[in-house]
């Protein structure tokens, strides 16, 4: 990364710009931008100008009687655009909406920056400002055709921005995407003036940029606890205006099947925690569509053919070691236990059916289905009338069916599986050369997927696994629990930003198989997380994943990133989170973040 300091570092502390760019060259002038400002649209052949009033007018209003001259949000007003579930927003509209969402965040969503200049700070003053006179964006280059799916790697992420000293401004791609992030980028340099009014002050700017990986994603689980379609969009919003480019859900799981499959409907009827606590086939569609919209892709997971006690309450005949109490810790992870019988005709037809719903719903959104795999345990198919035996032996090529059945026809859906790494290096099933193999245990089990030529996710759980360090969600009997004391999970202490931001993907891999790390995510179990917590629990540690994952564990001298460089910049990212609606936590206070240096140990001058 090539960075210039143009000006004193105690005149301004934070430096903008989560995650760090290649290339970022900027200087000490202060520029001001007006709502009036147009921003100048050049692709597919044409030139379109957008303001604010235009976006206030655009398309956004409803007409119907129950609505009638209310304005609705720029979100409804997208959704009600698209052709419901048969087709993903273009590139033109993902543009659309991130000139709305850029304006937007700039002029209402945005911080006056004084936790980050010392107490004797003066503001600009807005009389005396320079404002920004044109924004002129280009695309260089035509969309793929699955631009709002892509597989990773296929579609170029890299843009270019060059702000003037005089106000010009440009920000140029080679895609849609590339696009969204370096409007996203051009957000990130404005601050709220206390008077009122957006300015910059750190003119000229030239950016070069592109992620390191390809695949950069967060993975919430919404079926330990339901977390409602706005408690998802706003994750998504912050998801995105981190870079991150994959929305990974745990959809189902023993605990509660929230999902609406409308040919299947007593599986989220009888499988839900309660019969509003569901993502009905329109929420689904919105979610999706929502995400593609802003560059993200949404990746659905069905874990099996453990964690799915929860399909026993409408097909109880499909599932073997079910609710086995009291010693449940016997057959599988967590209560309630349960596995899809593993040798059962009527599994695959529930298989059959369940898929010829789901994927086609699934596959104009995205390029991936996630069939898991994991924590599969053997003594579950004990109690398994079709098969009674835990012998590797006798599972071992019943598991290697089951898998190849929904692959197949994962893949006849047109998507490509992903599966837990389970699947490969525990049960060491012959898995087809698409299919991705996610890691969660170690770095030593990524270097055994790449070493055995699949490409791989990383989210070891020692870094990247977000819920841990809460303590035990068990109860202890008394007969017990002294040897339990004092009751820490089995992923303590609490993984903080330094740590996670400490982890590199690529550690355990040799550089000639690197190229099949495809990226990674961070985790986001829901044993103790709902929609009160959540946006603590993920941001800005989330953050600090998505800078790993974007700009690399390493900086240009092969040194691992500086906590003490990314420190205030994740502070303000923190506020500017905050400013879009998240609760996120923060990095420090404002002290520190206010004096530079003064809150470190072993600094020295």
Same mark, same amino acid.
């Given at each position: 990364m090539k960075f210039y300091l143009l000006f004193p570092y105690l005149a301004y502390l934070a430096l903008a710009i989560w995650p760090l760019p290649t290339t970022y060259e900027h200087?000490?002038?202060v520029?001001?931008?007006?709502?009036?400002?147009?921003?100048?649209w050049a692709g597919a052949g044409d030139v379109r100008s957008f303001t604010v009033q235009d976006f206030n007018d655009f398309n956004f209003r409803t007409k119907s009687n129950a609505h009638a001259n209310k304005q609705e949000s720029a979100q409804d007003g997208y959704r009600r655009r698209r052709k419901r579930d048969v087709e993903a927003p273009s590139g033109d509209e993902m543009i659309e909406y991130a000139i709305y969402s850029a304006k937007r965040t700039i002029f209402t969503k945005n911080f006056v920056p004084w936790k980050f200049h010392p107490r004797n700070w003066t503001e600009s003053d807005p009389a005396d400002g320079v404002y920004i006179s044109s924004i002129s964006i280009e695309m260089l280059e035509d969309d793929p055709e699955d631009i709002a799916k892509p597989l990773a790697g296929t579609v170029n992420e890299s843009y270019k921005l060059e702000l003037t000293e005089d106000g010009d401004v440009s920000i140029t791609a080679n895609s849609s995407v590339g696009i969204l992030r370096g409007l996203t980028t051009f957000t990130q340099l404005f601050y709220q003036h206390s008077a009122g009014g957006a300015y910059t002050p750190l003119a000229p700017v030239t950016i070069s940029d592109a992620p390191r990986f390809s695949h950069r994603g967060i993975n919430l689980d919404v079926s330990r606890n339901y977390f409602s379609?706005?408690?998802?969009?706003?994750?998504? !919003?912050?998801?995105? %205006?981190n870079k991150m480019n994959r929305f990974h859900l745990h959809v189902t799981d023993g605990q509660s099947w929230p999902l609406e499959i409308p040919s299947l409907p007593s599986l989220s009827q009888k499988g839900a925690y309660r019969p509003d606590l569901v993502y009905t086939a329109?929420?689904?569609a919105d979610l999706q569509y929502y995400a593609a919209l802003q560059g993200v892709e949404l990746i659905t997971e069905i874990d099996m053919p453990g964690h799915t006690s929860s399909i026993a309450l409408s097909y109880p005949e499909?599932?073997?070691?079910?609710?086995?109490?009291? !010693?449940?810790?016997? %057959?599988c992870a967590e209560p309630p236990c349960g596995t899809l019988k593993l040798n059962s005709t009527a599994v695959y037809d529930f298989l059959e059916a369940l898929w010829?719903?789901?994927?086609p719903r699934v596959y104009p959104f995205s390029a991936y289905f996630h069939t898991g795999g994991d924590e599969v345990n053997k003594h579950a198919y004990e109690e398994d009338d079709t098969v009674e035996s835990s012998d590797y032996a006798v599972l071992q090529p019943l598991m290697q069916k089951f898998i190849d059945r929904n692959h197949e026809q994962i893949r006849a859906a047109g998507l490509t599986p992903i599966v837990w790494e389970e699947m490969l290096l525990e049960w060491n099933l012959t898995l087809g050369e698409d299919v991705i193999v996610q890691s969660w245990r170690s770095d030593k089990a990524v270097a055994q997927i790449v070493g055995k030529g699949h490409k791989a996710l990383a989210g070891n759980y020692q870094y990247w696994y977000l819920d841990c360090g809460k303590g035990q969600w068990l109860n202890f009997d008394p007969s017990v629990s002294g040897q339990y004391w004092p009751y820490q999970d089995y992923c303590a202490p609490f993984h903080n930003w330094r740590l996670a931001y400490s982890y590199d993907?690529?550690?355990?891999?040799?550089?000639?198989?690197q190229h099949l790390v495809l990226g990674g995510e961070a985790h986001m179990w829901a044993e103790q997380t709902d929609p009160v917590n959540v946006d603590r629990m993920i941001w800005p540690r989330g953050s600090a994943v998505a800078e790993i994952l974007w700009s690399g564990a390493k900086d240009d001298q092969g040194r691992n990133r500086s906590q003490i460089d990314a420190a205030p910049r994740l502070s303000e990212m923190r506020e500017r989170l905050v400013a879009r609606g998240v609760g996120a936590e923060p990095i420090q206070m404002p002290y520190c973040t206010m004096q530079g240096t003064v809150c470190q140990l072993g600094y020295h001058r």
């Open positions: 200087g000490d002038t520029l001001w931008l007006s709502e009036d400002t147009s921003f100048d379609p706005k408690d998802l969009e706003r994750t998504m !919003d912050a998801l995105a %205006y329109d929420n689904f499909l599932i073997a070691a079910y609710n086995v109490q009291p !010693d449940w810790d016997t %057959y010829d719903d789901l994927l993907p690529l550690g355990s891999v040799p550089e000639s198989a």
